[in-house]
């Protein structure tokens, strides 16, 4: 550190005064660089709960945290969903959209093992193209009627009107109206209300 020194000279009534000021100053005239910094967030849609870490650093990652620019290697899981693992540069803030893909395998053995949920929703997974599913009404059937045996009523009022419908089945209004039964006596409400309009 430099200390300046500044001789002020005051003259009163023909009296000198030296007065004597120290003034701190900085060392270096020039500033430090700074290390720039940058936001990081991900829209994870409905799969809030998903897991994200950055394998490069120790900090838990939240949503919108401050980074030093660089490059960051990320992982992004969720249970019942392929894990996604990346490199991305951070030079500004940056936001990402994630599309989350089905894991087919996982919901296969889980209802295999007797998981009525997990059934269903690979069955609607398939019905709909969720989650980078492919459709296919064949095997939206398959594991609709395997919920719909777990006493799934979900399962059992879709299977209806798959039936209903002749949507990866042949159309057939006796087995359509016996799943809506069912998944009435279950205590599905919309397949009560469906069962009368079935002639």
């Known amino acids: 550190m430099k200390i300046f020194i500044v001789l002020l000279l ?19 005239s020039k500033h430090k660089h700074q290390v720039e910094r940058h936001t990081l967030s991900f829209d994870l849609g409905e799969h809030r709960d998903a897991n994200i870490k950055i394998l490069n650093i ?5 949503q919108g ?11 992004i899981s969720k249970v019942g969903y392929k894990s996604k693992k990346a490199t991305i540069s ?3 803030d940056k936001h990402y959209k994630v599309i989350f893909g089905l894991d087919t395998n996982y919901f296969k053995n889980s209802c295999e093992n007797g998981n009525s949920k997990s059934c269903f929703n690979l069955a609607l997974a398939y019905s709909n193209a969720y989650d980078q599913v492919k459709k296919d009404f064949t095997q939206a059937t398959i594991f609709y009627e395997k919920g719909c045996a777990l ?14 419908y002749g949507e990866g089945v042949f159309e057939d209004l006796n087995k359509s109206k016996q799943f809506l039964e069912k ?11 469906n069962i009368n309009l079935i002639k």
């Open 90 to 92: 951070l030079n500004e």
């Open 65 to 75: 945290m401050l980074l030093k620019e660089g490059k960051y290697d990320l992982e």
């Open 183 to 193: 998944a009435c006596k279950l205590g599905n409400n919309e397949a009560c209300n």
């Open 58 to 62: 120790k900090e838990p990652f939240m």
């Open 151 to 164: 006493n799934e009523s979900n399962s059992c009022l879709n299977l209806g009107v798959m039936y209903f």
């Open 10 to 28: 005051l003259f009163t009534n023909s009296h000198a005064f030296l007065f004597l000021l120290l003034l701190a100053g900085s060392g270096n």
